[in-house]
């Protein structure tokens, strides 16, 4: 892989914005850029330096692909107007779940993400805005565990040799691809963003989609997002780098009001990890899981079983998909 980390104890934070808000600033020149803000620490990130290089030349958008956790759409676009970042909410959601329909395989699933995300959506929004440049915050992890044939982030395309200008009628720039988590973190502090969000636990571009095994239609995507909300309240305060609910494909009897119920099954993780790149799970107390069994199986409908992931990544992923 030619693209070199630069690894936090060699970042100058100050620099790095400076270099990257004038290298943004001059490959867009006079013209408009778009930026995809998902809310997360890395896509935050970049809309701050890309609002800092071109202010009114950029137009920020959150796409509501129906994938998202409860009320996330709402949430972000409130914190980046917080910021001063003016961010316009797109709904593609029928879009997204025509594209899952039928999908099964996790690569398939992602696929048709990058698709709808790249092709579909932020196509349409390029070709009416005018803009010929797409911001992203794609990191150094990203491409390396997609470049080492793990799994296809979504948002890798130029290393996958995907010449986004041909693809998809747009340029994409990557102003953070060269750092890692930490040193995201770092730069967004820097930047004034408030630590709810350079803090934030990290979570995925195709979003539930990784926490659903199967099919992804609507009612499974809400059934994992009802569980996650349970999840993230239980284990807020554990400090822990990621956690999540996983909802599996098989089901198992279980028993309900007396009687057999063949019910679904979830499945959480919570992960010790610097950079993702390596993590294992969190020793959580014992009465924590129990709250979480307890708490899923009666407030989500239709879950018999609730599991805990004491699987170290490797041979593991982060995510289930
Ligand atoms: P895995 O599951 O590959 O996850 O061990 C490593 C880290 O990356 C996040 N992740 C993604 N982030 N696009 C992203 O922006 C993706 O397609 C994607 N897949 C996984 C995951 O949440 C973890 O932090």
Redesign the pocket.
Known sequence: MSLKEIKLEDLDVKSFIEQQSQAISSEVGDTMAINAL?G?V?SSVVSMLAHRALGDRLKTYFIDNGIMREGEPQAVVSTMDKCGLPVELIDAQDEFFAALKGKTDPEEK?QA?TDTFYRAVFGQLVRESGARFLLQ???F??VE?TVAG??????ILAQLGIDTETAYGYKVIEPIIQLR?PAVRAVGKALGLPESVFNRP?????ALV?RVIGEATRERIELVRKATVIVEQELALTEA??YMAILHEDRVTGIREGKRDFGLQIEIRCWD?KD??T?SPTRLPYEVLEKLAARITSEVFGVVSVTYSITT?PP?????I
Do not use: L, M
């Open positions: 998902s997360g890395d992602r993400i915050g794609t990191n992890t990203d565990e793990i799994k296809r982030q979504h948002n988590k990290p979570f995925p571009g195709p990784t780098f990621q990890s993702a790149v993590g990544k593991s992923t982060i995510e289930a």
